[in-house]
């Protein structure tokens, strides 16, 4: 289950990718705009403000996110509904999709269908984390594969769910599309002020919500605790803050 409350934490460092993203797609005038995983909808309604006249959709999986997103009363029609069962309008000439395929296995071969059958000129714009290599989550791995998790979460860890850059700009060429394609790494300066490691809270937001529905409640303090632990060696606070390196991969497509 996703937590919009949780999720919203370092809601501006969690932003700041999608901005960049969007910041590639040249449309002027789209008639129909999708944000596929929209989760609690603001920077959907972004989308909106900057095309007034398009008619602007969020869709996502999470009854909790679209509540939230449905409460803003933006000029925006929010759904539940999973990226697996959505297809392009005829009329659909922006699609986005940020931080959400990380989720979705099969996401290579949606992105072809979903390319194949935009209309000419539209434009396809995903952002993905590229930081399963991190510190962070090769701590997670380790900690969800050793004795006594191992049974429970060994399995629901994700080894590398997402290409690189150029792996999605291959696929993208490959169904016609053209194709801008690069990497960033943000460098997040996350305050040292509670008694909880801010990573370990970020982590809570995203990579550590199916542990966390996985464990019942003492395994769960348990994990959180050691994983904690090996977060503040491996990301030591220095002058009241942690630095926390996260790289991130973003394609902008045009279909010719
Ligand atoms: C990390 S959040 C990103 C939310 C938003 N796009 C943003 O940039 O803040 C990931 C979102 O993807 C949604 N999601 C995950 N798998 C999905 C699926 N198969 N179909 C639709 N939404 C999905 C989750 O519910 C969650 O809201």
């Known amino acids: ?15 700041r990718p999608f901005h960049d993203l969007v910041a590639r797609i040249g449309a002027e005038r789209p008639r129909a705009v999708a944000d596929l995983g929209c989760g609690p909808g603001e920077l959907t309604a ?6 007034p006249d398009a008619r602007v959709t969020g869709l996502d999986s999470s009854p909790e996110m679209i509540g939230k997103a449905r409460a803003l009363a ?17 009329d659909t000439d922006v699609v986005v999709t940020n931080a959400v395929l990380q989720w979705v296995p099969e996401h290579r071969a949606l992105i072809e269908r979903w390319v194949r059958a935009l209309p000419s000129g539209a434009w396809f714009a995903m952002q993905v984390p590229g930081n399963f290599d991190a510190p962070s989550h090769r701590a ?10 191992a049974e429970t979460v060994g399995e629901i860890v994700r ?4 290409d690189d850059a150029a792996g999605y700009a291959a696929l993208l060429t490959g169904a016609g599309a053209t ?13 040292a002020t509670g008694p909880e490691h801010p990573v ?5 937001g995203t990579a550590l919500r199916p542990v966390k529905a996985a464990l019942a409640e003492p ?12 977060l503040a060696a491996e990301y030591p606070a220095r002058n009241g803050y942690v630095a926390f390196p996260f790289r991130r991969i973003f394609t902008v497509a045009t279909i010719a």
């Open 159 to 162: 080894e590398a769910p997402v």
């Open 200 to 204: 370990l809270r970020w982590m809570e």
């Open 179 to 191: 194709v801008d394609a690069w990497e960033t790494t943000y460098v997040h300066l996350l305050a």
């Open 140 to 149: 997670l791995r380790a900690l969800a594969r050793s004795a006594p998790y």
């Open 1 to 15: 289950m996703w937590d919009p409350t949780v999720y919203h934490r370092f809601g501006d460092e969690r932003s």
């Open 46 to 51: 972004g989308l909106a403000r900057r095309w």
């Open 74 to 90: 933006a000029p925006v029609a929010f759904d539940v509904a999973d990226v697996h069962d959505w297809q392009p309008a005829p």
């Open 219 to 230: 395994a769960w303090r348990g994990f959180r605790a050691a994983l904690g632990a090996t």
